[in-house]
C-alpha cells in the first residue's frame, strides 16, 4: 500500500493542535486544582448563600459555566469537570446553571455540613409576620438585578396590604429599612403608588456595595426601576454605580434618613412600632431589604467610639503618612494592612488573636508576610486590643501590655448577622443544609 504524504501536511497540524490544547488544558486544571487547594487550606470551602453543585456524571467540561459566571474565576476546569474553585466568592448569580448545555449544575442554598438560615418568605416576599416582608440580599439573593426586582415585586404586594388596614393619625404606609438596590427599588415603588413612607438606613446610600474598596468594578444586568424605568448597567465601578443612586434620589425626591438603625420591631395590631437609634415610627408594614452581612462585629474596648475607627477599608490613599492600626486576620484585614502598606509614608501595625491566619487565601498571606519582612507592616499575633485613645493604642500582646502611636483603626473582626433581630421580631427562618 502506497504511503500519501498528504497524510502528513494535515494530520502533523492536527496533531500538533491536538497537544497544544490538551497542554492548556492541563495548565488551566493544574492552576484551579491550586486554587482549590489554597481555598481548602484556608478553610474557605463553605458558600456564602446560593451557589452551583455540579453533577460530574452530565458534566461534559466545556466550560460554559466558567464563561458566563459575571466574576470569571469561581468556576475552574479539574480533570475535565466543572468544579467550584472560589467556594466563599460565589454571589448567587445563577448564570452558570442557565449556560451548561447539560443541566450538571443545580442552584443551591447552604451545604451538606453547613446550613443557610433563610427567613421563610411566600410568594410576595412576606415572612412569617403578617406585614413583614423582606427583599434582596437578606432573603437569599444579592444580586443588584434580583434586589431591584425583588424591591418592586414586594412593594406592589405591600400596596395590597396597606389597603387593608385603617389609617390612623402618624402611622405611614410602609417603613423601608435598608437604602440598597432592593430598598431604593422599594421606596420609589411606593413613591410611585403614592404610598406615605420612610427609609432609614443604619450606614449609607447604596448598602453592601457602599462598602467595596474604591474602584472596585460592579457587574450587573439591566433593571427596571420605578419611575426612572429599565437601567442598563453592564460593568460600572462602584463611585460611578454610587453616583447614579444619589441622582436617582436627586431626581425622585426621595429622603432616605442615613445612620440611624433599627433595633427593634414591634406589633402592636394593627400597626407595627418601629424603633431606631434615633427615634420611633408607626407603620402598616415593614419591608427589611438589609444584606446578610449584618451590623460590623465590635471590639467593645473603650474609646472605640472615636472617629478615627471604622470597620471597613474604603480609600487607602487617604491614610498616606499616618500610623494604622488593623484588626482581624481574615481576608479583609490583610487586604488592608497590604494596601494601606503601599501607600507613602503610612506605619501599619496588624493585630489579630490568633497564631496564625488560617481562614485567609494564600495570596493574602504572602503579600502581607513580604511586607513584614519590608517592615513596612509590624505584625502582632496572638494579640488583642485593649483600649483605644486619640493618639494612642493599647494592645495586650501575650503576658505584656504595649503601647504605640495612632491615628486611624480599622476594625475587620465579621459581621453580627441579623439573625437575632429576625428572631426578636417574631420571624421564622429555615436552615438549608444543600437545599435546591
Known sequence: MKFDPLVLIYALPLLALWGYSALRARRRSEQ??????????????EPASLHPVIDPALCLGCAACARACPEKKIIGIIDGKAALIEPTMCVGHGACAAACPTDAITLVFGTATRGVDIPLLTPEFETTVPAIFIAGELGGMGLIKNAVEQ??????AIAQRVRQVPDAPGVIDVLIVGCGPAGISASLGALERKLSLETVDQ?????????????????????????????????????????????????????PRFEEQVTAVTREDPYFRITTSKGEYRAKTVLLAIGRRGTPRPLN??????????????????????????????????????????????????????????????KNREGLQAMVKQGRVAELLESTVERIDPASVTIRCRDSLATIDNDAVIICAGGLLPTEFLNAAGIRSEAKFGTA
Open 32 to 45: 484551579a486544582r491550586a486554587v482549590l487547594e489554597d481555598n481548602r487550606q484556608a478553610g474557605l470551602i
Open 203 to 255: 450606614s449609607s446610600l447604596g448598602g453592601t456595595v457602599a462598602h467595596f474598596p474604591r474602584g472596585k468594578v460592579v457587574m450587573t444586568a439591566p433593571a427596571r426601576l420605578p419611575i426612572i424605568g429599565e437601567v442598563k448597567f453592564g460593568e460600572i465601578s462602584k463611585e460611578a454605580l454610587l453616583t447614579f443612586w444619589e441622582e436617582v434620589i436627586a431626581k425622585t425626591g426621595l429622603k
Open 301 to 362: 474596648v473603650p474609646g472605640e467610639d472615636l472617629g478615627k475607627v471604622v470597620y471597613r477599608l474604603i480609600d487607602p490613599e487617604q491614610y498616606a503618612g499616618q500610623s494604622v492600626l488593623v484588626v482581624g486576620g481574615g481576608d479583609s484585614a490583610l487586604e488592608a494592612a497590604i494596601r494601606i502598606a503601599e501607600q507613602p509614608g503610612t506605619r501599619v501595625t496588624i493585630s489579630y488573636r490568633g497564631q496564625a491566619y488560617a481562614r485567609a487565601r494564600k
Open 151 to 156: 424591591g418592586r415585586q414586594a412593594i406592589a
